[in-house]
């Protein structure tokens, strides 16, 4: 993956962490295929902080979506900007 930078975030807890930010060069959501989508990875998890996982609000903007708690989902439908810029 090619390699954008890095950038310095702190956690709730207050502990800072550096992640990279690189580009995907293809990212599968069902039958839906994004390309060169821009994503950040934890260098490491911060100490004595759970690893964790997001979906950033530039991806999520794509779909029209419902989170089912119950039954720990996500539904996605691709709306009109599934295909914009990033």
Known sequence: MKKLGTSTSKGSAGVPFTMQKVLLPKLKI????????????????????????????KLLKRFNSVIDFKNHSIYLKPNRLIYSDM
Do not use: A, S
């Open 30 to 57: 069902g039958n839906y295929e994004l390309y060169q989508v821009p994503i950040h990875i934890n260098d490491i998890d911060p100490k004595g902080m759970e690893h964790q996982e997001n979906i950033g609000n």
